[in-house]
């Protein structure tokens, strides 16, 4: 496996994971993923720009076969799928230096074992010179951990941004060709991971815009030739109003939740307002999540199980939770047998959504005509706060 040139002097070293298909033991990735690494030549210095997971660390170590001296290994971020690597490649390459922000130093003197010294700590907005060309860091945290930096290559523009503007895809192609593609994959990541620091990750698209950047080279997926396409696309996601949508996320088990489901997505839909409805026994919590980008609504429909919230309805408000996401409303429906505290349990374990309540229809059995008009009643509930919101419902 050879080294990709993508621009004189940079050259993509990473490995393509075409068959994982689970992250972090808990996020899907239905179209694999890669770990992108750069090896960057200066006439003076050579860097290499973060490595790959572990499982493929031969990939690497294959593509720099004939690089004989590496200088400086610059690590962007801590996470093991980009850090894993750092022991092996600092061993095959010992007069190289690790160039960290001071939290990564910290964060990767506790997982992985690396000698202090090889540490070298570099500020905000410091150069890293390199012979004809210059190496900028940008500290960009909480585009996933707290130590995320980035890296602008100044005299050609290219901003290595490690999980910033990422996707998981895996792909034999290095740029970005399907631009609709890369979008879904794209929104995708950012809501499963960065989704909860909307603040501070629009304060470093801000911080990013004083420069002119050419090319984003991230750590996972296509690298973008037409930077402005992905910034737009964060912008939106991190400070765009809220879609006129509502994410249905449910669970039935013997049908009557169904019902109470499906008359108010029908509900919502005759009154102009976008339905995603999620089973969620079987859905795909990346999908859910990426809705939750932007969706003004979240109705959770649940049966009551051992007086509480069907398991699948309490996980899923557990990850909305962890989420943040920036909902306006929020409100819950469901079938009960006997009793219990399911509106209760499921509204104390979201604090984190923002979101005003909207009433609640919970029914005892199968719905009946009144049960189905208070989901009515919901439905213009929802309608008349997305029209509050200045969203075009109702049409
Ligand atoms: Fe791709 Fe947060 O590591």
């Not at 593509?63 to 971020?77: A, F, N, P, Q, T």
């Not at 090319?215 to 400070?239: C, E, K, L, T």
């Not at 003004?296 to 919230?309: E, K, R």
Request: charged share 20%.
């Amino acid at each position: 496996m050879q080294a990709r040139k993508i621009a004189e002097g940079i050259h993509w070293v990473g490995a393509v994971d075409w068959n994982r298909r689970l992250f972090d033991g808990l996020i899907p990735l239905p179209d694999g993923t890669s770990y992108n690494a750069y090896l960057v030549q200066g006439d003076d210095k050579t860097v290499l720009i973060d490595t790959v997971d572990p499982a493929l660390e031969g990939v690497l170590l294959e593509r720099l076969e004939g690089i004989e001296k590496i200088d400086y290994v610059v690590s962007l971020h801590a996470e093991q799928d980009h850090s894993g690597t750092l022991p092996v490649v600092l061993e095959r390459y010992p007069q190289a230096q690790l160039v960290v922000s001071k939290k990564a130093r910290d964060m990767l003197a506790d997982l992985l074992p690396l000698a202090p010294e090889r540490f070298l700590v570099v500020e905000d907005g410091q150069q890293l010179p390199l012979g004809g060309r210059t190496l900028k860091f940008i500290y960009t945290p909480w585009v996933h951990w707290p130590e995320t930096m980035s890296a602008l290559l100044e005299e050609e523009g290219v901003l290595f941004s490690c999980d910033f503007f990422g996707s998981h895809i895996a792909s034999s192609e290095l740029f970005v060709g399907d631009q609709g593609r890369v979008y879904e994959a794209a929104k995708r990541y950012f809501a499963e991971i960065m989704m909860p620091f909307r603040t501070v990750i629009a304060k470093n698209i801000e911080k990013l815009s004083a420069y002119d950047i050419k090319m984003i080279a991230p750590s996972h997926g296509a690298i973008h030739r037409q930077p402005q396409f992905i910034v737009d696309a964060y912008r939106q996601w991190v400070s765009g109003p809220p879609a006129n949508r509502v994410v249905l996320a449910h669970v039935s088990m013997h049908g009557s939740t169904q019902l109470l489901v499906d008359r108010l997505a029908e509900g919502l839909v005759e009154r102009g307002v976008e339905v995603e409805k999620f089973d969620l026994p079987v859905t795909d919590i990346g999908k859910l999540a990426m809705s939750l980008v932007d969706a003004a609504t979240i109705v959770i429909g649940t049966p009551t199980v051992l007086a509480g919230p069907h398991p699948a309805a309490a996980y899923a408000a557990f990850l909305a939770n962890a989420l943040r996401p920036p909902a306006r409303f929020l409100s819950i429906i469901g079938s009960y047998g006997w009793g219990g505290r399911t509106v209760e349990m499921l509204s104390a374990m979201v604090p984190n959504i923002k979101a005003e309540v909207l009433e609640p229809v919970l029914c005892r059995g199968l719905p009946g005509p009144e049960d189905l008009q208070r989901v009515d009643g919901l439905a213009e509930a929802i309608v008349a706060g997305h029209r509050r919101e200045g969203l075009p419902a109702g049409g």
